[in-house]
């Protein structure tokens, strides 16, 4: 299933979930179709396998369909818990740096205030001069758990879903002590979406062509088995530090071509077009301001 948030457009009304009847169709509001579900992705996250079951009961119904033109998609998920952030996660882009493979995972966070949505504005901030792209594949956690064994870890993953790791370099590696936190977390930094597929849904997670796009020319071309540590190895080290809860995002690395590291180095400026693409998931498109 390919879950979404949205409002309508032209309604005061509040945020609702959706099943898309696929990618860029039509989308079953969950809500009118059982009064009883949740708004949010994370109140049905929380509700495990019944708020699935009906998800699929809902699209399998064909009723309740609102067309594309009728709403405006939010990020699949606002307000998670956490944003759990790995770097140098591309053997790829570890080769393209000249840095050495990690042996564990490195992780760093987002605020989830960072978040935006798949067709939202990339804020440009006034402090900053060096702004980059970095799509990276990211997935949701659905069920609770600490100290998850690594056979059991795809339980607790609801899903897939595309992100930018929007960064400003200038702060991540020459400011704040080179501690990626500020660089990384401005407002809109996080743009995710456009739906969150569901892991019954995506073949096989480790082998999906990514690609980034500015102004449509193509500047990260990679697939996801270039990933050091995959999706089970980053839940099982993650939740030995932390209970990872529903709702909580992941994003798992980003391939080579990053700005910063070309030579002479490129960055966004406003008016830019930046798509993120993966293949099963879809695209977001975000327009720098």
Do not use: Y
């Given at each position: 299933m390919r879950l979404v948030q949205f409002v309508r457009q032209g309604e005061g009304g509040g945020v609702r979930v959706?099943?898309?009847q696929g990618p860029g169709l039509?989308?079953?509001?969950?809500?009118?179709?059982?009064?009883?579900?949740?708004?949010?992705?994370?109140?049905?996250?929380?509700?495990?396998?019944?708020?699935?079951?009906?998800?699929?009961?809902?699209?399998?119904?064909?009723?309740?369909?609102?067309?594309?033109?009728?709403?405006?998609?939010?990020?699949?998920?606002?307000?998670?818990e956490k944003v759990v952030c790995v770097g140098m996660n591309y053997r790829d882009h570890c080769l393209e740096q000249n840095a050495p493979i990690p042996k564990e995972p490195i992780i760093f966070s987002k605020f989830p205030s960072a978040i935006t949505g798949p067709y939202d504005d990339i804020i440009f901030p006034q402090e900053s001069r060096e702004v980059d792209w970095?799509?990276?594949?990211?997935?949701?956690?659905?069920r609770s758990g600490k100290h998850i064994k690594e056979e059991d870890a795809l339980?607790?993953?609801?899903?897939?879903?595309?992100?930018?790791?929007?960064?400003?370099?200038?702060?991540?590696m020459k400011r704040n002590g080179r501690q990626w936190l500020l660089g990384k977390t401005f407002d809109s930094f996080c743009?995710?979406?456009?739906?969150?597929?569901?892991?019954?849904?995506?073949?096989?997670?480790?082998?999906?062509?990514?690609?980034?796009?500015?102004?449509?020319?193509?500047?990260?071309?990679?697939n996801t088995d270039q990933m050091i540590f995959k999706t089970e190895a980053l839940v099982t080290w993650v939740s030995k530090f932390v209970t990872l809860t529903?709702?909580?995002?992941?994003?798992?690395?980003?391939?080579?071509g990053v700005g910063v590291f070309r030579k002479p180095p490129v960055f966004l400026k406003r008016g830019d077009i930046v798509e993120c693409q993966i293949d099963q998931l879809g695209s977001i498109i975000n327009k720098v301001v």
């Open positions: 959706g099943v898309e039509g989308v079953v509001d969950l809500k009118e179709f059982d009064p009883s579900m949740p708004s949010t992705m994370r109140d049905l996250l929380e509700m495990g396998d019944e708020g699935l079951e009906c998800a699929q009961r809902a699209l399998s119904s064909g009723q309740c369909v609102l067309e594309r033109s009728d709403i405006r998609l939010l990020s699949p998920v606002l307000a998670p970095e799509v990276e594949l990211a997935f949701v956690i659905g339980s607790h993953v609801a899903g897939f879903t595309v992100a930018n790791d929007v960064s400003a370099r200038d702060w991540q743009p995710l979406g456009p739906a969150l597929v569901t892991t019954d849904a995506v073949k096989d997670p480790h082998n999906l062509a990514v690609h980034c796009r500015v102004n449509g020319e193509t500047v990260q071309s990679s529903p709702g909580d995002v992941f994003l798992t690395g980003t391939p080579p």
